[in-house]
C-alpha cells in the first residue's frame, strides 16, 4: 500500500488546523498509518529540507519548522502521494485553487500550513527520517 509522509507545519499547529486537515484525508478515505506530535530538532529540519540548502529562504524555513511543534503523519492508500499533494494545494497559497488546504487556510510560501512528500522516493526518506523509531502501523484488513 502506498505511504506517504505529510506534516501540519507551526502556523497549522498553532493556528488549531490539525483537526481539520486530519479530517479532510480521512474524509477522502486513506488510512492515518502514524501520527506525532513533535519539536523538530535543527540537525532533523537541515536533513529534512536538504535539497534546499543552497536557497536564499534555507535559513529561513529551518528557523520556522522549528519554532514550534508540527504534527508529523504517515497516510497510506491509492496513489496517496499525488493525491495528498493535490488536496495541499500550490505550494504558494497565492496560486493554490480554494478548496485545498492552502488554498483555504495559508496566505504565505513560508507559513504554508502542510508539508507533503513529492514522490515514492522522497516519501520513503522522509517516512524514515521522521519514523526512525518506530510509530508506523500495519493494518491487517484494508477495507
Ligand atoms: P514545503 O512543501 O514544506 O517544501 C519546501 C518549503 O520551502 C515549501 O514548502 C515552502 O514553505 C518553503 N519555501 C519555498 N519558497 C520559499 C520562499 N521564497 N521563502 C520562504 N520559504 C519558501
Redesign the pocket.
Known amino acids: 500500500m502506498e505511504k506517504t509522509f505529510l506534516?501540519v507545519?507551526p502556523d497549522g499547529v498553532q493556528r488549531n488546523l490539525i483537526g481539520e486537515i486530519v479530517a479532510r484525508f480521512e474524509k477522502k478515505g486513506f488510512q492515518l498509518a502514524g501520527a506525532k506530535l513533535m519539536s523538530i530538532p535543527t540537525e532533523l529540519a537541515e536533513e529534512h529540507?536538504g535539497e534546499?540548502k543552497e536557497?536564499?529562504?534555507f535559513g529561513?524555513?529551518v528557523d520556522?519548522?522549528t519554532s514550534g511543534p508540527v504534527f508529523a503523519m504517515v497516510w497510506q492508500g491509492e496513489n496517496v502521494i499525488a493525491t495528498a499533494r493535490q488536496m495541499?494545494g500550490s505550494?504558494?497559497p497565492k496560486d493554490a485553487a480554494p478548496g485545498t488546504i492552502r488554498g483555504d487556510f495559508g496566505l504565505?510560501?513560508?507559513?504554508?500550513v502542510?508539508?507533503?512528500s513529492?514522490s515514492p522516493a522522497s516519501a520513503e526518506r522522509e517516512i524514515g527520517l521522521f519514523f526512525k523509531d518506530g510509530g508506523v502501523v500495519e493494518y491487517s484488513k484494508v477495507v
Not at 504565505?108 to 504554508?112: A, C, D, E, L, R
Open positions: 506534516m507545519k529540507y534546499h536557497r536564499p529562504f529561513e524555513l520556522f519548522i495541499m505550494t504558494n504565505t510560501v513560508g507559513k504554508n502542510i508539508h507533503g513529492d
